[in-house]
């Protein structure tokens, strides 16, 4: 299995995760504000767009092991964590599983968050997502790629990052029909509330915590925020009130800002206590 990783700036390390159908192209307004001062860190998950897979991912798991090889590898001891829809869930399924990692998470439209099963997004993701492989199959491009993002994931794809969204989605034509039952199989099946599953609401999360969530989101929709923040322990919630799926994408500049305030009041934290406590 090959991964590719974007990596800039020097600091504290910062890691943007993605979801699904997404690449690391979706980060690349965060990436270029967090990497003034941070060590960004921005692969394809496995799977998506120029990574590879040796085995297909089938599972929370499987994502959290191979994030924590990846930090391995790249000698990251701690790093801010954030997530957006798949990229969120994994982020905070590592926290958990390695909370000396996870200096902070930064949650975007998170999956996981809701206890209801979303059988409607997953439907939702099943017939959006074959226009995807009818596109790979027939090599129109363009008009599915809009189409298929179109007040689901963005609010406006075809502004002023409607290139990146091009080429995020253009990568991931190549899974094709693969990424697409992949992505519905972690939706409807790693989180239902039954079981060993995990419930994610349900359970403190060990490092401080920014959940952001886009008030027109398609797929996983704002009610999912405000059902988490009735569980899960942060004072730290903000609706954009213009954004879909990817505020990143919507509103940038707002979604940076905040993050970066975040980041800062983390850090000054950090820095106050005794060296022994870091």
Same mark, same amino acid.
């Given at each position: 299995?090959? @991964?590719? @990783? ?60 191979? /994030?924590?090889?990846? /930090? ?8 801010? !964590? ?11 399924? #590592? ?9 902070? !998470?930064?949650?975007?439209?998170? !999956? ?12 939702? !993701?099943? &017939? ?20 298929? /993002? ?29 990424? &697409? /039952? ?26 401080? %915590?920014? &959940? ?24 730290? #919630?903000?609706?954009? %009130? ?11 500049? %707002? ?24």
């Amino acid at each position: 299995m090959e @991964t590719f @990783t974007a990596i800039n700036g020097e600091g504290p390390a910062v890691v943007l995760l993605h979801g699904m159908f997404a690449t690391a192209d979706c980060w690349e307004p965060t990436a270029a504000d967090l990497s003034r001062d941070h060590r960004v860190i921005v692969p394809d998950l496995p799977g998506h767009g120029r990574s590879t897979t040796g085995a297909q991912p089938d599972s929370l798991s499987f994502y959290v092991q191979w /994030l924590h090889d990846l /930090l391995d590898e790249l000698g990251v001891e701690q790093a801010v !964590l954030v997530g957006n829809s798949m990229g969120g869930a994994i982020s905070l399924a #590592y926290a958990r599983a390695h909370p000396e990692r996870v200096s902070a !998470l930064v949650l975007a439209n998170p !999956l996981g968050m809701s206890t209801a099963i979303p059988w409607d997004s997953g439907w939702r !993701l099943l &017939v959006r997502g074959r226009h995807m492989v009818a596109a790979a199959l027939t090599g129109h491009i363009k008009p599915h790629v809009f189409r298929y /993002l179109e007040g689901w994931l963005v609010r406006q794809p075809w502004g002023r990052f409607a290139d990146v969204l091009e080429r995020m989605t253009a990568l991931n034509f190549k899974q094709g029909l693969v990424s &697409v /039952l992949a992505g519905v199989r972690l939706l409807l099946v790693d989180f239902l509330p039954q079981g060993r599953r995990i419930r994610f609401a349900q359970t403190p999360t060990p490092a401080p %915590a920014l &959940v952001v969530w886009g008030a027109h989101d398609g797929l996983l929709p704002a009610r999912h925020a405000t059902e988490a923040r009735e569980r899960f322990p942060t004072d730290r #919630y903000v609706i954009f %009130a213009n954004s879909a799926h990817m505020p990143m994408l919507d509103e940038p500049e %707002a979604f940076n800002a905040l993050v970066r305030e975040f980041l800062t009041d983390i850090e000054k934290d950090v820095y106050a206590r005794p060296a022994a406590h870091r």
